[in-house]
T-cell receptor, first 115, second 110 residues
Framework: GAVVSQHPSRVICKSGTSVKIECRSL??????MFWYRQFPKQSLMLMAT?????????EQGVEKDKFLINHASLTLSTLTVTSAHPEDSSFYIC???????????FGEGSRLTVL | TQLLEQSPQFLSIQEGENLTVYCNSS?????LQWYRQEPGEGPVLLVT?????EVKKLKRLTFQFGDARKDSSLHITAAQTGDTGLYLC??????????FGQGTRLTINP
């Protein structure tokens, strides 16, 4: 069964609105989660590292005020795309490392379409 | 900045043929992973290679990690239509942060 769950799997919104995407780890706790973005026909690009109980760490070129990350519990991280624009349309994927194993599990991804 | 160059980016071959996908970098990684991704889904881990020179086999797939831990290859023997998909290599550095290659979109024709 799934180890990491993302919701929603698809979302369509109007330009200027904000969209929240959830990433949940099932049956285990995660102090760290990673958020990736994947444009059509391209590879995954790391956006930020979500840290439970502290601020997220953003990769170079990723606007922290536009992509708000909240890791409020050991099983949930949320990514909020604020004031979304059509260029934010992408496939957003989270991944969760399993402590002590070196393994990473990915969520199913969330496809955002901004009209 | 760690970069991974994956080649070829597109590959279309006939069922039964063999193929190799390459993943190269100027950086040394603690380990390297290969993933397969279906459209509209997240990547699924195929294998992790850790030791320089390591070779791992997964049925008809053979994965090799370069001696210097900077490059890797994926070889598929007797490809089947079910092997069609996007294959991604990813270098692991830091606290399980991944840097992905561009991906190889593989199409196996019947």
């Amino acid at each position: 069964g799934a180890v990491v769950s993302q919701h929603p799997s698809r979302v369509i919104c109007k330009s200027g609105t904000s969209v929240k995407i959830e990433c949940r780890s099932l049956d285990f706790q995660a102090t760290t989660m990673f958020w990736y973005r994947q444009f059509p026909k391209q590879s995954l690009m790391l956006m930020a590292t979500s840290n439970e109980g502290s601020k997220a760490t953003y990769e170079q070129g990723v606007e922290k005020d536009k992509f708000l990350i909240n890791h409020a519990s050991l099983t949930l991280s949320t990514l909020t795309v604020t004031s979304a624009h059509p260029e934010d349309s992408s496939f957003y994927i989270c991944s969760v490392p399993i402590a002590g194993t070196g393994e990473l599990f990915f969520g199913e991804g969330s496809r955002l379409t901004v009209l | 900045t760690q970069l991974l160059e994956q080649s070829p980016q597109f590959l279309s071959i006939q069922e039964g043929e063999n193929l190799t996908v390459y993943c190269n970098s100027s950086s040394v990684f603690s380990s390297l992973q290969w993933y397969r991704q279906e459209p509209g889904e997240g990547p699924v881990l195929l294998v992790t290679v850790v030791t320089g020179g390591e070779v791992k086999k997964l049925k008809r797939l053979t994965f090799q990690f370069g001696d210097a831990r900077k490059d890797s290859s994926l070889h598929i023997t007797a490809a089947q239509t079910g092997d069609t998909g996007l294959y991604l290599c990813a270098g692991v550095w830091g606290a399980q942060k991944l840097v992905f290659g561009q991906g190889t979109r593989l199409t196996i024709n019947p």
